[in-house]
């Protein structure tokens, strides 16, 4: 499986972008399907997650109430709408997939990452 990842960019304080990741098939291990981010100097961490029908998402507690994770299984794609952003969301952002239930979702239980598309939040 492979993971496409597209939307990254420059953006003001309090803009929006929206970052979306195309799978290349369906299986199993795709049925989670979410985001991390790592900004210079930091570890890799957990954004969101959604399971395949939508019903449960996570998220971080410091994209909560800004950023909204959905997906459209028709197309393998998972979207990741981000508004009100700030200079600390800057980071490279990677999607993944697992088939690890979203509320233990870390980097070790990904199966597939994307090649992360970047953020970068201006003051």
């Known amino acids: 499986v492979q993971l496409q990842a597209c939307g990254g960019g420059l953006v003001q304080a309090g803009g929006s972008l929206r970052l979306s990741c195309a799978a290349s098939?369906?299986?199993?291990?795709?049925?989670?399907m979410g985001w991390f981010r790592q900004a210079p100097g930091k570890e890799r961490e957990f954004v969101a997650a959604?399971?395949?029908?939508?019903?449960?998402?996570r998220y971080s507690d410091s994209v909560k109430g800004r950023f909204t994770i959905s997906r459209d299984n028709a197309k393998n794609t998972v979207y990741l709408q981000m508004n009100s952003l700030q200079p600390e969301d800057t980071a490279v952002y990677y999607c993944?997939?697992?088939?690890?239930?979203?509320?233990?979702?870390?980097?070790?239980?990904?199966?597939?990452w994307g090649q992360g598309t970047q953020v970068t939040v201006s003051s």
């Open positions: 993944a997939a697992s088939p690890q239930a979203v509320a233990l979702w870390a980097p070790r239980y990904v199966y597939y």
């Open positions: 098939e369906s299986t199993f291990t795709t049925d989670n």
């Open positions: 959604t399971t395949l029908t939508g019903a449960v998402t």
